[in-house]
């Protein structure tokens, strides 16, 4: 598509509810990336996806968080058990290049999904 | 990672002012992109200059990559402006950005 696409783009869960985000990047981007936005402050990395290879997980806050890109092109992120905390804006972006290429790129973002956990 | 530090936290503009945006980070860096977050949440991408001078309309951004910062100018302020602008960096030799705190900026009429 034209940009990043980002579904759905409000969501509101009761405590220990599962949810599901979804992200569809810009076709032929080889990189995707979520990432946390809590109320005032700056997106924090969550995980990094190289075609269909999720090569960093580190910022996923827990084991309730997962996320996958099975084909290489959608990714899903999925939280279990949702609790308030998890209550945030969470951000897709994509580029063109990978890791190992000299750098991944200019990073494209979605419009985000906004978590509300009540 | 790397550590990417804004200022200032909150900016005051009359309409038609200049204004200056800094982002120092604490590391080289193979990525540095400025964004514009809308009322709606959405990054916006301003720039993507990891070294090197741009232009965009009334917007250019600087950064010096041996001194480690960068600056995004504003010229003759609009209230479409205002909102959060974000500093982002990546670390050479790594592939994730790392985002400052951000700056506020009020453009009033």
């Known amino acids: 598509g034209a940009g990043v696409s980002q579904s759905p783009r409000y969501k509101v869960a009761k405590r220990g509810q599962d949810v599901a985000l979804r992200c569809d990047p810009i076709?032929?981007?080889?990189?995707l990336f979520w990432y946390q936005q809590a109320l005032g402050q700056g997106p924090e990395f969550l995980t990094y996806?190289?075609?269909?290879?999720?090569?960093?997980k580190s910022g996923l806050p827990s084991d309730r968080f997962f996320a996958e890109r099975p084909e290489g092109s959608v990714s899903t992120l999925k939280i279990q058990r949702t609790q308030q905390e998890d209550s945030a804006v969470y951000l897709c972006?994509?580029?063109?290049?990978?890791?190992?290429?000299?750098?991944?790129?200019?990073?494209?973002f979605g419009e985000g999904s906004r978590l509300t956990v009540l | 990672g790397i550590q990417v530090e804004q200022s200032p936290p909150d900016l005051i503009l009359q309409e038609g002012a200049n204004s200056t945006l800094r982002c120092n980070f604490s590391d080289s860096v193979n990525n540095l992109q400025w964004f514009h977050q809308n009322p709606w949440g959405q990054l916006i991408n301003l720039f993507y200059i990891p070294s090197g001078t741009k232009q965009n309309g009334r917007l250019s951004a600087t950064t010096v990559a041996t001194e480690r910062y960068s600056l995004l100018y504003i010229s003759s302020s609009q209230t479409t402006d205002s909102g959060v602008y974000f500093c982002?960096?990546?670390?050479?030799?790594?592939?994730?950005?790392?985002f400052g705190a951000g700056t506020t900026v009020t453009v009033r009429a």
């Open positions: 972006a994509s580029s063109l290049g990978g890791w190992g290429t000299r750098n991944t790129g200019e990073l494209f």
């Open positions: 996806f190289q075609n269909e290879a999720q090569l960093d």
């Open positions: 076709s032929g981007h080889v990189s």
């Open positions: 982002a960096a990546c670390r050479s030799n790594d592939y994730k950005l790392s």
